[in-house]
């Protein structure tokens, strides 16, 4: 897995503005799961497009909840 994790992060970011409620909570909820797995590559490459994740997730009333658990998990 740690050869192909760029792409696979990558692809699960994709899908964080899918039309499905669930498959974005689910992008944001593996969010801290990657973080943890490879640290290094996560801080590099996917820390600034992952955090615009969270903060359009914020933005969002209905979809704030979510998005308050996972930033404080990041911390």
Partial sequence: MKENFLDVAEQILRF?????????????STTPILAAYDTHTFTKHLLYP????LLTQLEKPYERAEGNILCLCLQ
Avoid: A, K, N, P
Wanted: overall charge positive; aromatic content about 0%; glycine content about 0%.
């Fill in 16 to 28: 964080r503005s899918h039309t499905d409620q669930l498959i974005r909570e689910t992008v944001v």
């Fill in 50 to 53: 992952s955090m615009r994740v």
